[in-house]
């Protein structure tokens, strides 16, 4: 079977490079090598920060992160191979790129320095151009394992977004939504779900086209994010005009509240299309929550969504852009949600 051609977006990161070069810790109990060595360093445009221990270095690798640590093997206390033991046993903000620098440099002490968990040995015999090339060689390294986490970090963003809206997509709604469930029914609190679906869109679809239909779901997101003042609530698309919203610490009483602050606010003004038309806009909504359901203890995302699509249903049989709540299992309190 061929391999297929890797795509622009993955070889992307293989021609990504550092600008700003990173910081180095110089490591070495001896102050002259220290003098010697940070201006030739500084030269090559690192920053450059000095520690004359081994606890110091780590100490200041935890203060004020450094990827690249050049590091005497011997020295009093913690010696070379300790703290790069220590270093490789520490969650530090990134990597970090050890380069033991030493007058040990038979075959026995590289493998050693190597087996501890460095990444480069070098002989302090060698030359200063030798050490630069060096740090150059770390530096494209870090600047790969930097382009590939970030590469990661969006894909998983990617995996949890609706691509046309921006919003939480129906996975990212299962997860963290079922973690905001076990949360409540660990630590006590409330928690309130939203059920929305716009009315009357296939309509909408039909007469102005399923573009017009895309800017309708767009700026309904829009409108949904910006009637969510707190950052701890969260919106998702579950699918095609549907749409749920997450309210941690928000009661039944509150959770009204902001859904009818929701209703209004889309169906105050039509949504303006690229042909000119404007499309006026409503949406129906159910409202859930723990403190509706007999035993939150057994609650689950799943079940909560349940609950407000059923108040959902009834909104759209009562004749649509209104809001219906679950009845409260327990009595109203003041509501939690501004």
Known sequence: MDTPEPSLEDTAIFTTTITIAPKVLLVDDDEIVIEYLKPMVEAAGFEVL???SGEAA??????????????D????????????????????????????LTVQDGEEDILAGLGAGADDYLSKRASSAQLIARLRTAQRILSLEHSLKNMVEERRRLAMTDALTGAHNRRYFLRHGGREVRRVQRFGGALSLLALDIDFFKSIN?????????????????RISQGLPRA????????????????????LAGAALVAE????????????????NKVPVSVSIGVGGLQALGNPKAASIESLLAMADDCLYRSKADGRNRVTVAKSAAPLAKPAHG
């Open 50 to 52: 000095t520690a004359t």
């Open 58 to 71: 780590l100490k200041g690798l935890a203060e004020n992160f450094a990827p690249i640590v050049i590091l």
């Open 73 to 100: 093997r011997n020295m009093p206390g913690m010696d070379g191979l300790e703290v790069t033991r220590a270093i490789r046993a520490n969650i530090f903000p990134g990597y970090v790129y050890v380069m033991l």
């Open 206 to 222: 039909d007469r102005f086209g399923h573009a017009s239909g895309d800017l309708v779901l767009i700026e309904v997101v829009k």
């Open 232 to 251: 701890s609530d969260w919106c998702a698309r579950l699918g095609g005009e549907e749409f749920a919203v997450v309210l941690p610490e928000t009661d």
């Open 261 to 276: 602050r929701l209703r209004g606010s889309i169906a105050a003004k039509p949504v303006q299309l690229k042909t000119g």
